[in-house]
């Protein structure tokens, strides 16, 4: 009861890692993003604490016996994060249509399917499943999502791999490289440590809207642009006669 306490609140990801070790993490990883109870744990901050726990600063921070071996997440994190999606894409294959075919559920809602729809409009296959990654709860449900949709198998364990080692390994070596840096600040400061950790979880998406809103403003100008050009054509022509 007391690690289920403290991967609900994002705000002990220090002692949810400190508690679980390296097997526990990897295992929390494959839990956030195969199976779809999974999506309460804190993924992002732990990762980045987990890199932490690799470097130098670990005692500092975690305490004693904490230390990792940066190796073993660098090669287990990417594969339980792309292991975990591949399940979730299987389950949204087989079982996703009676899964989220629930109106009264309170976790498998038809609006998810709506809404990835929507995103998989929006961005494209590719980009919303490795965008995905970055962003907390959708991680856990876009890929059975994604395997509801029918999208193709192949398709879907390309850009998993890569959206799975993109997330896993940015938030580690963030975490490992900045460890001696939080080490004397991430206890009195954490909650604007774990602020930072969650703009830059979602910084992929708001880069994405940002690039949209000028595409559609661009055409939007385009299009102003046309019919105005178009009135001034009309506008000679009555002249004219």
Not at 82 to 94: D, E, S, V
Request: glycine share 10%.
């Amino acid at each position: 009861m007391e690690h289920i306490q403290l991967a609900v609140n994002v705000l002990d990801a220090k002692s949810l890692v400190a508690s679980v070790g390296a097997i526990g993490i990897l295992a929390i990883i494959f839990a956030e993003t195969g199976l779809l109870v999974g999506f309460f744990f804190p993924g992002d901050s732990m990762l980045i604490l987990a890199g932490v726990a690799a470097s130098s600063a670990a005692p500092a921070v975690l305490g004693d016996g904490a230390q990792m071996n940066i190796g073993v997440l660098l090669v287990g994190a990417p594969l339980c994060a792309i292991a975990g999606a591949q399940l979730g894409h299987l389950l949204g294959r087989k079982v996703g249509p009676k899964m989220f075919d629930k109106p009264n559920s309170k976790i498998f809602r038809p609006e998810y399917v709506e809404k990835a729809e929507e995103y998989f409009e929006k961005f494209g296959p590719a980009k919303a499943v490795v965008l995905a990654r970055f962003i907390p709860i959708v991680r856990t449900f876009l890929n059975p999502v994604a395997g509801t949709l029918q999208m193709p198998a192949k398709t879907f364990l390309l850009w998993n791999v890569v959206g799975g080692v993109l997330w896993t390994e940015s938030m580690l070596l963030i975490g490992y490289f900045t460890g001696d840096q939080l080490a004397p600040v991430i206890d009195k400061y954490l909650l604007p440590a774990m602020a930072l950790i969650i703009l830059v979880s979602v910084s992929p998406i708001i880069v994405e809207v940002i690039r949209e809103r000028k595409k559609k403003k661009a055409g939007e100008g385009a299009v102003e642009a046309e019919a105005q050009t178009a009135e001034s054509v009309a506008g000679g022509r009555h002249r004219k006669h």
